[in-house]
């Protein structure tokens, strides 16, 4: 998509998970007004966009990915009015918010579930992917079965709670699989536009989207997905064109062609993004390679004809925290790399402090292994870490208890601190447009083991070397342009030389070509 909105250009998103950001109304789980409250903090450490996790009512069966009401706020977070006030404060600081739409499921307490279930046909019996009888279940599927007066098996997206909407089957092989222009599926997807068209006319500057690859289903290569998001994604660029779509898809030249204006590199699928942050040897731990990742990435990069709209997450709510798997001043190595990549960087919320991931916590509202990344914000030493005045027992998820867990307070004023460099670091970013979302990138050296990983991000008139290597070897390595100026130097740096640079063991230099 050519004609992105301007905002995306230089946008660096905060991913907030409403749950565990900040109480403001003390009964242990976070709020929206407590998140307006915090604007001034995200806006200071320079984020200028905020990507909230689902805030809607729900059972919270998957922590508000199993939605049963779209167009309400849960009352456990505020109000309608709570969430349009956030936009408006986020609007008055020149920063933009972007919801979380779950498309692909509703939880089983969604009211248009319980009609469907119902054995008389009604205008929702079809917006589910139902079998027409209990006896044969949706192969590939997981299914709801024996719950409804319906005849038929519901196929389920993800956990058992929550029913696959039905967008139709590619290639229908069965009479109750309906095809991607039935009645039905086309009724699905308006109903979702209408969702999208409630938060965006009230103030919501785009959506991240769940799933977004497994909306059609018996889909092979992704075509009937893409052509229902390019429908859906015309009518916003058409009603609102400033507003951003960005997917949760993990295959860009997919995703891009459906008309998201970027995608997110993920934990699974084909991205290596592992291999960086989250396995046995992470390359930004010192041990690894990142040389997977780069072929990986440039694939993707140039089939979505180098667009640049990638994104690459520090973390989020369903992996493991950045400094699980990377210690010491390497987050700021990684970070050094994430806040210069093309596509628009996302924080974590708490990664800027380096929090912790929380060991061995019982599953809170079906996190199971993602509930030690979620939980509450750390901002001070005070009670519950500044995060709620509820007693601590009722806190959604306890506070990470170590005695040295860092606290945005004991950060602030501290200009060794990671939130500083990631301040700075993000500063140099606004400042150069080479390094903001749609500068180009081209690989020098591709982070073999023990080698660093080095590109140029380039725009007209700017091209900016970079240059991040976590290993405990110092490297040389060539380059065609003279250097004019180094605008960033971490550790000892680097030796410029005629042609050449050295790069130090644990260091990073950003310098202008
Ligand atoms: C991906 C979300 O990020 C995750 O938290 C959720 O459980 C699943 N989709 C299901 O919606």
Known sequence: MSDNPKWLNNAVFYEIYPQSFMDTDCDGVGNINGITEKLDYIKDLGCNAIWLNPCFE??????GYDVSDYCRVAARYGTNDDLINLFNEAHRRDMHVILDLVPGHTSWEHPWFKESMKAERNQFTDRYV????????????GSLRGISDRDGSCAVNFFTHQPALNYGFYKPTRPWQQSVDSQGAIATREAMKDV?????????????????????????DSKGTITLWQNMTDFVRKEFPEAVLVSEWGEPDKSLQGGFHMDFLLHFGPSHYNDLFRCENPYFDGKGTAADFVEKYIDSYEKSERKGLICIPTGNHDMDRLARHIHGDNKKLAFAFLLTMPGAPYIYYGDEIGMNYVEGLTSV??????????????WDNSINAGFSAAPSE?????????????????QLNDKNSLRSEVKKLISIRQAHKALQSKGEIEFITKGEEGKPLS???????EQ????????DKPCEFKIDSRVKEVIYSLGDGAVIKEGSIVIREC?????IL
């Open 365 to 378: 509202e079906g996190g199971y292994g993602r509930t030690g990344s979620r939980s509450p914000m750390q």
């Open 58 to 63: 729900s059972p919270f069966g998957d922590a």
């Open 394 to 410: 009722k806190l959604y998820i306890p506070i990470d208890p170590s005695e040295d867990r860092p606290t945005v307070q004991s």
């Open 464 to 471: 900016i070397l970079i240059s991040v290597n976590p290993t």
């Open 196 to 220: 999208m068209k409630f938060w965006l006319s009230r103030g919501c500057d785009g959506f991240r989207v769940d799933m977004a690859g497994s909306l059609v289903k018996n889909d092979e």
């Open 130 to 141: 139902w079998t027409d009888s209990i006896w044969e279940e949706p192969t590939g599927y």
């Open 455 to 461: 590109y140029i991000r380039k725009t007209e008139g």
């Open 507 to 511: 260091s990073a230099v950003f310098a």
